[in-house]
Protein backbone atom coordinates (compact mmCIF):
# COMPACT_ATOMS: atom_id res chain seq x y z
CA UNK A 1 0.00 0.00 0.00
CA UNK A 2 1.23 3.12 -0.96
CA UNK A 3 1.45 6.28 1.71
CA UNK A 4 1.88 10.12 0.66
CA UNK A 5 4.78 11.76 1.00
CA UNK A 6 4.24 14.68 -0.31
CA UNK A 7 1.42 17.12 -1.11
CA UNK A 8 2.00 20.17 -3.78
CA UNK A 9 -0.26 23.03 -4.52
CA UNK A 10 0.24 24.51 -7.89
CA UNK A 11 -1.24 27.18 -9.85
CA UNK A 12 -1.54 26.40 -13.83
CA UNK A 13 -3.29 27.72 -16.83
CA UNK A 14 -6.54 24.95 -17.32
CA UNK A 15 -5.53 22.98 -20.61
CA UNK A 16 -1.97 24.93 -21.62
CA UNK A 17 0.15 22.77 -19.26
CA UNK A 18 3.53 22.06 -20.64
CA UNK A 19 6.73 20.42 -19.36
CA UNK A 20 8.86 23.36 -18.74
CA UNK A 21 11.31 24.80 -15.63
CA UNK A 22 8.07 25.98 -13.71
CA UNK A 23 6.97 22.20 -13.67
CA UNK A 24 9.85 20.29 -13.59
CA UNK A 25 11.53 21.90 -11.14
CA UNK A 26 8.70 20.66 -8.81
CA UNK A 27 8.00 17.51 -10.06
CA UNK A 28 10.76 16.18 -11.77
CA UNK A 29 13.03 16.06 -8.30
CA UNK A 30 10.09 14.25 -7.06
CA UNK A 31 10.53 11.26 -9.59
CA UNK A 32 7.08 12.01 -11.84
CA UNK A 33 7.32 12.06 -15.51
CA UNK A 34 6.93 15.53 -16.25
CA UNK A 35 5.35 15.36 -20.08
CA UNK A 36 2.92 12.50 -18.58
CA UNK A 37 1.65 14.69 -15.88
CA UNK A 38 1.04 17.61 -18.18
CA UNK A 39 -0.97 15.51 -20.61
CA UNK A 40 -2.83 14.15 -18.01
CA UNK A 41 -3.49 17.23 -16.68
CA UNK A 42 -4.52 19.03 -20.49
CA UNK A 43 -7.15 16.07 -20.68
CA UNK A 44 -8.65 16.77 -17.35
CA UNK A 45 -8.79 20.56 -17.54
CA UNK A 46 -9.80 20.60 -21.41
CA UNK A 47 -13.09 18.87 -20.96
CA UNK A 48 -16.02 21.21 -20.34
CA UNK A 49 -16.11 22.49 -16.53
CA UNK A 50 -18.54 25.03 -15.42
CA UNK A 51 -15.89 26.02 -13.02
CA UNK A 52 -13.84 27.37 -15.47
CA UNK A 53 -12.65 27.74 -19.05
CA UNK A 54 -8.93 26.60 -21.13
CA UNK A 55 -6.69 29.34 -20.40
CA UNK A 56 -8.12 30.03 -16.52
CA UNK A 57 -5.61 29.93 -13.41
CA UNK A 58 -6.71 26.85 -11.57
CA UNK A 59 -5.32 25.20 -8.46
CA UNK A 60 -4.05 21.93 -8.51
CA UNK A 61 -3.15 19.75 -5.89
CA UNK A 62 -1.17 16.62 -6.42
CA UNK A 63 -0.68 13.97 -4.00
CA UNK A 64 2.92 12.39 -4.13
CA UNK A 65 3.12 9.13 -2.86
CA UNK A 66 6.55 6.95 -2.17
CA UNK A 67 6.39 4.64 -4.93
CA UNK A 68 6.36 7.69 -7.31
CA UNK A 69 3.05 7.23 -8.70
CA UNK A 70 0.70 10.22 -7.82
CA UNK A 71 -2.85 11.87 -8.01
CA UNK A 72 -4.10 15.26 -8.90
CA UNK A 73 -7.12 16.98 -8.13
CA UNK A 74 -8.01 20.57 -9.62
CA UNK A 75 -10.06 22.49 -8.36
CA UNK A 76 -11.62 25.97 -9.85
CA UNK A 77 -9.50 29.62 -10.04
CA UNK A 78 -8.80 31.50 -6.60
CA UNK A 79 -11.07 33.98 -5.49
CA UNK A 80 -8.79 37.08 -6.09
CA UNK A 81 -8.42 35.52 -9.83
CA UNK A 82 -12.17 35.70 -10.95
CA UNK A 83 -12.57 39.46 -9.44
CA UNK A 84 -9.70 40.64 -11.26
CA UNK A 85 -11.65 39.40 -13.97
CA UNK A 86 -14.47 40.59 -13.20
CA UNK A 87 -13.21 43.95 -12.63
CA UNK A 88 -10.71 43.66 -15.60
CA UNK A 89 -7.63 44.48 -13.97
CA UNK A 90 -4.46 43.32 -14.63
CA UNK A 91 -3.40 43.51 -10.57
CA UNK A 92 -4.76 44.70 -8.05
CA UNK A 93 -4.14 47.53 -5.72
CA UNK A 94 -1.07 47.40 -3.86
CA UNK A 95 -2.29 49.27 -0.95
CA UNK A 96 -5.87 48.11 -0.16
CA UNK A 97 -7.82 50.33 1.84
CA UNK A 98 -5.84 53.43 0.85
CA UNK A 99 -5.85 52.71 -2.56
CA UNK A 100 -8.90 51.61 -4.77
CA UNK A 101 -8.44 50.22 -8.20
CA UNK A 102 -11.99 49.21 -9.08
CA UNK A 103 -15.67 48.93 -8.15
CA UNK A 104 -17.74 45.73 -8.39
CA UNK A 105 -21.55 45.49 -7.60
CA UNK A 106 -22.71 42.90 -5.55
CA UNK A 107 -24.37 40.85 -8.28
CA UNK A 108 -20.25 40.28 -9.27
CA UNK A 109 -19.61 39.77 -6.00
CA UNK A 110 -22.52 36.97 -5.35
CA UNK A 111 -21.68 35.34 -8.96
CA UNK A 112 -18.17 34.79 -7.96
CA UNK A 113 -19.10 33.17 -4.87
CA UNK A 114 -21.62 30.96 -6.36
CA UNK A 115 -18.90 29.98 -8.45
CA UNK A 116 -16.37 29.39 -5.59
CA UNK A 117 -19.25 27.55 -3.34
CA UNK A 118 -17.95 23.78 -4.62
CA UNK A 119 -14.33 24.81 -3.25
CA UNK A 120 -15.20 26.79 -0.46
CA UNK A 121 -15.84 25.01 3.16
CA UNK A 122 -18.95 27.21 3.73
CA UNK A 123 -22.51 25.56 4.92
CA UNK A 124 -24.13 28.85 2.68
CA UNK A 125 -24.00 31.69 0.07
CA UNK A 126 -24.32 34.03 2.58
CA UNK A 127 -20.71 33.14 4.37
CA UNK A 128 -19.22 32.30 0.82
CA UNK A 129 -20.70 36.51 -0.49
CA UNK A 130 -18.50 37.51 3.30
CA UNK A 131 -15.39 35.27 2.15
CA UNK A 132 -15.69 37.18 -1.48
CA UNK A 133 -16.24 40.71 -0.11
CA UNK A 134 -13.19 40.39 2.09
CA UNK A 135 -11.06 39.19 -0.24
CA UNK A 136 -12.27 41.85 -2.46
CA UNK A 137 -11.70 44.44 -0.11
CA UNK A 138 -8.05 42.79 0.43
CA UNK A 139 -7.47 43.53 -2.85
CA UNK A 140 -8.56 47.67 -3.04
CA UNK A 141 -12.13 46.52 -4.34
CA UNK A 142 -15.11 48.65 -3.26
CA UNK A 143 -18.64 46.75 -3.44
CA UNK A 144 -21.30 48.46 -4.37
CA UNK A 145 -25.03 48.11 -4.36
CA UNK A 146 -26.06 46.50 -7.85
Known amino acids: ?6 KIN ?5 GKAVPGPKIASVLGPRGIPVPKFCE ?20 VRISIKDDRSHDFTVSGPPV ?13 SGNPGKELVA ?22 EDSAVKMV ?14
Open 1 to 6: MSVIVA
Open 10 to 14: LLMEA
Open 40 to 59: AFNKVTSAANANYKVGDLVT
Open 80 to 92: AYLLKQEAKLSKS
Open 103 to 124: KLPMSAIIKVAKCKMVDMKVDN
Open 133 to 146: VGTAKSMGIEVVEG
